[in-house]
């Protein structure tokens, strides 16, 4: 008796989730939030409807929300790499950058070879170098033609290798 009682809530959360999933493609988010959260509630494991519900909250810009959801598929599923991964887009849309490299790193070391991870990380290093910069450049300005002269090369090829080496830090 109680394992049909099981698979009849599996099954109607099943159909939450599907319901779920087909009213985020039409960007109905709030509609989908419910149905992932009546799936949620007959059944509080289910990994999938907290991972597509902390999308639809970050579509909305709700990102604790959905990070409280991302913290919930980590704790089903520990081998999750996509939670981490957008973990890491939410940090990155908050402009914690330090922390969006974390996450995907995270995702990374769970998946190695989870490209879009890797790309995306390789990105954000990219940009954080490029900020660090250009942040160096108007720290240097006074000295910057000095420098040319006396090192005989490039500012960039300078100061990218200077923070390459604290890149690696990270």
């Not at 599996?10 to 009213?23: D, Q, V």
């Not at 985020?24 to 992932?36: H, R, V, W």
């Not at 990155?92 to 490209?115: C, G, V």
């Amino acid at each position: 008796m109680i394992g049909r009682f099981k698979k009849l809530l599996a099954k109607r959360a099943k159909r939450y989730f599907e319901l779920g999933g087909k009213l985020f493609n039409d960007d109905k988010y709030n509609d989908a939030i419910d149905s992932y959260t009546k799936a949620i509630k007959l059944d509080p494991t289910y990994s999938s409807a907290y991972f597509n519900r902390s999308l639809c909250f970050a579509q909305k810009r709700e990102y604790e929300k959905a990070s409280r959801d991302l913290l919930m598929v980590m704790k089903f599923e520990p081998n999750s790499f996509d939670a981490p991964y957008v973990m890491g887009l939410i940090s990155e849309r908050k402009e914690d950058f330090e922390t969006a490299l974390k996450w995907y790193d995270e995702s990374i070391k769970k998946n190695p070879n989870y490209s879009r991870a890797i790309e995306v990380r390789g990105k954000l290093r990219e940009k954080i170098f490029i900020e660090k910069f250009y942040q160096m450049m108007k720290l240097c300005q006074g000295d910057l033609d000095w420098k040319i002269a006396t090192q005989g090369g490039n500012v960039w090829e300078i100061r990218r290798h200077d923070w390459a080496l604290r890149e690696e830090d990270m």
